[in-house]
């Protein structure tokens, strides 16, 4: 099967390293092509790496709690830039305070992401939904 | 006794360098005017003549010569995204001495193919794509190149798994594939050598015969490398030192033209505050830019343009009626010098503001923000704050009495986003040497080092106290 190619961050202002570099690992462990950003990415250098590495899939981190505000129009600038079908996944504490997550989850999807996964989701569970969504596999 | 003969056939002056390889002494230079128009070997026995009567009439063992005559190596540079592989690809252009005349991003476009045969460069080099990444661009690219009718080599380093295609598409009598290494395979990190290597054999093969610059064939096989090409391997050397000698560590060098401005930096260009968070395009460690749009003469406006008047008038103390007039007279004759209080006044400011862009162009930048954990420091390109030699070239510097002031001017910047040098110890490269140590160092690196440290190592000026 031929390795799918992710690009993943931390978006925004934010400079929180350590589950980045987690899932780093894991999605790599899962036998993905992982380009890793870091941290404080703008949503420019999303769009720009995935298109040069022809990524199949965006995953957004963000913890600071100001990930709302980050990830307007990213769905749209993608589809600007020739990403049409890209794959958009956000997860973390997203938004701020305790809010209940099916909202937050309506408003991240009607944003464009395809999956959203609130706090103390574990990389297995993004994995599992990589690979329903990249290879239809269930 | 070894002697050896260096040449460097400029734009405007052809430089010849006679040195003592056992003694590592440079016995004497001369110049004269480069007759590319014509025969450029009449220049260069002008030149000769008074070498020999400096030098006495020696024998030389060794004659190797670079060249940035006929307008030098020009380059078109094509790749993807601006900030990735289009960038990539100027700097691997850059690196390996070349004028990069223009750079196309994402998909050419029949205008775009148009202008590509006016430039009609002496080598273009194509790129997209990380390897195992978008094939689209590039595939397309080569598609429309292929409709192109200049004759020119193309280097192809983008996507590997493109190039077949590529070549399938191109490769023939007008448009020659040399393909190699991707100049950025993974994203973000640059690997720009196996095309310079490349672009260096064509330009020795092809461009330099091609150019017919004299009927004389044995001279002018002797031109090894484009002149930019040579500086920075002498700025390499005089870093990094050989096996046997100990580099003088990291360093910059600007070389202000009448036309351009080049700047080297020697550098890791690493964060000099460890709270830094790195992004972008990681940068190669000998770098070269060039400004096209800055330069002493024929882009003087360019330098009033990107500085601004009130810059413009302050630094030279002039109004800004007096610096139209000072621009319009130097657009009327290109080789004015000046004479009047005046006109020292304005190429005082002119060197110093195009040293300041050239300098800021080059360097990173850092960014603080302000995050809800606190301020963070962001830095894109590399950080030369603690660089502190900075070697100079060029006639405008070199021929100044105010070479240090120039510089302090140059760079006491307030932006504090710009990481350029703070404080700079400066050298002259007084009897311009470093073209011809660069074309020494490929046959005897530690004479070569031992030269450059002796003119270079010592005796510098604290520009910034």
Redesign the interface.
């Known amino acids: 099967m031929e390795k799918k190619?992710l690009i993943i961050g931390v978006i925004g202002?934010?400079?929180h390293a350590v589950g980045n570099q987690i899932l780093y690992f894991a999605f790599r462990e899962a036998g993905f092509?992982v380009?890793n950003l870091?941290?404080?990415v703008s949503q420019e250098?999303y769009i720009?790496?995935a298109?040069?590495?022809?990524a199949d899939a965006i995953l957004v981190s963000s913890l600071?709690?100001?990930g709302e505000l980050d990830c307007q129009g990213l769905r749209d600038k993608c589809n600007e830039a020739g990403l049409k079908d890209i794959l958009l996944y956000v997860g973390g504490n997203i938004v701020v305070g305790k809010q209940p997550f099916e909202e937050v989850k309506k408003r991240f999807t009607d944003m464009g992401f395809d999956r959203v996964f609130g706090p103390g989701t574990s990389p297995e569970t993004t994995i599992e939904a990589l690979q329903e969504d990249l290879y239809g596999a269930h | 006794m070894r002697f050896v003969l260096l040449i460097d056939f400029g734009s405007t002056y052809t430089k010849l360098t006679a040195v003592d390889v056992e003694k590592a002494e440079v016995l004497a230079t001369a110049d004269d005017y480069t007759t590319a128009d014509t025969d450029i070997m009449i220049g260069f026995e002008k030149a000769y003549s008074k070498l020999q009567s400096a030098a006495g009439n020696i024998a030389y063992q060794k004659r190797l010569a670079c060249s940035s005559a006929a307008g030098g190596l020009r380059m078109v540079a094509c790749g993807?995204?601006p900030?990735?592989?289009a960038k990539a690809a100027k700097l691997a252009a850059f690196g390996a001495g070349a004028k990069v005349i223009q750079t196309f991003a994402y998909e050419l476009t029949n205008d775009d193919v148009a202008q590509i045969d006016a430039i009609a460069p002496d080598i273009l080099l194509l790129t997209?794509?990380?390897d195992?990444?978008?094939?689209e661009v590039i595939e397309h690219n080569a598609h429309m190149l292929a409709r192109s009718k200049r004759a020119f080599p193309i280097v192809y380093a983008g996507n590997r798994g493109s190039k077949d295609v590529c070549i399938e598409q191109l490769d023939g009598e007008l448009h020659p594939v040399y393909a190699t290494e991707n100049v950025?395979p993974?994203?973000?990190k640059l690997n720009i050598l196996p095309a310079q290597s490349i672009i260096r054999q064509i330009f020795l093969e092809k461009i330099i015969s091609g150019k017919g610059l004299s009927r004389e064939k044995a001279l002018i096989e002797g031109i090894i490398m484009p002149t930019p090409s040579a500086v920075l391997s002498a700025l390499t050397l005089l870093s990094e030192g050989t096996n046997g000698r100990r580099g003088i560590g990291e360093l910059m060098a600007v070389d202000l033209g009448g036309a351009t401005t080049d700047i080297y930096s020697i550098a890791k260009g690493a964060p000099s505050n460890p709270a830094t968070?790195l992004?972008?395009l990681q940068e190669p460690y000998a770098k070269r830019t060039v400004e096209g749009d800055i330069g002493m003469r024929y882009s003087a406006h360019g330098i009033v343009e990107a500085a601004g008047m009130d810059e413009t008038c302050r630094c030279s103390g002039l109004d800004s009626s007096a610096v139209n007039a000072m621009l319009d007279r130097i657009n009327r004759d290109k080789s004015m010098l000046p004479q009047t209080e005046e006109e020292k006044a304005f190429d005082f400011a002119l060197a110093a503001l195009a040293v300041r862009i050239g300098l800021c162009r080059h360097a990173g930048t850092i960014q603080q923000?302000?995050?809800?954990?606190g301020p963070?420091f962001?830095q894109t390109g590399k950080d030369l704050t603690e660089i502190d030699r900075i070697i100079i070239t060029g006639g405008a510097l070199i021929h100044s009495a105010q070479y240090t002031d120039i510089i302090r001017e140059a760079v006491s910047v307030s932006d504090e986003q710009a990481l350029i040098p703070r404080k700079a110890r400066v050298a002259r490269d007084a009897r311009y040497i470093l073209s011809a140590m660069g074309l020494l160092a490929s046959y005897d690196q530690n004479t070569a080092f031992d030269i450059l440290y002796k003119s270079f190592g010592k005796d510098e000026v604290y520009a910034t106290e």
């Open positions: 190619t202002a934010d400079v092509n380009i870091g941290v404080m250098e720009e790496a298109i040069e590495a022809k600071y709690g100001h | 993807l995204v900030a990735l592989t997209g794509g990380t195992g990444g978008n094939r950025m993974v994203l973000n968070i992004h972008g923000i302000y995050t809800p954990m963070v962001q």
